[in-house]
């Protein structure tokens, strides 16, 4: 028997345990752009010597900090949006917050699955992450065409 409550709730903890490791590393990440802390560029690169970012770097260097401060700011903001559209899926079971969730999820998984792959830095734990977001659009658009048929 389909449970469309129980249903929601899942789709909910998904999305709100997506959220979370997007928006305290936005942050985090915003932060150290403008504080202007290339020793930041860890957070990518942890391969990265840290002696080697404590010189002094010209001014170019500052374009990388925008960049890795955009980066920043775009995890945060997909971050926000999933966290509110967790809460408004858990609270009233909103068609519009399972859409508006898959759909910016979605793409921001999908923009970062093609940037790892430009550079070749994809691992298994890239492809873990994508897994999970796409298990939660499925059951989300599963779910969607469920309630769709009973009405």
């Known amino acids: 028997m389909y449970k469309p409550i129980a249903v929601t709730r899942i ?8 959220s979370l490791p ?4 936005g942050i985090m990440m915003m932060q150290n752009a403008l504080s202007g802390d290339i020793s930041s560029i860890q957070f990518l690169f942890p391969e990265t010597d840290s002696s080697a ?3 002094d ?3 170019e260097v500052d374009a990388i900090l925008v960049t890795f401060g955009q980066h920043g700011f775009n995890l945060f903001w997909f ?7 967790a809460v408004w899926i858990w609270v009233w079971q909103s068609r519009a917050a399972i859409i508006l969730a898959s759909v910016v999820i979605g793409f921001a998984d999908v923009g970062a699955l093609f940037a790892t792959f430009m550079i070749g830095r994809i691992d298994i734990f890239g492809i873990l992450i994508f897994t999970g977001t796409l298990l939660g659009i499925i059951l989300s658009v599963s779910h969607l065409k469920k309630t769709v048929q009973k009405r």
Request: aromatic content about 16%; cysteine-free; glycine content about 4%.
């Open 11 to 18: 789709i909910s903890v998904l999305w709100f345990m997506w």
């Open 22 to 25: 997007h928006i305290i590393p």
């Open 53 to 55: 970012l404590k010189r």
């Open 57 to 59: 770097y010209p001014l």
């Open 79 to 85: 971050g926000i949006v999933a966290l509110i559209s």
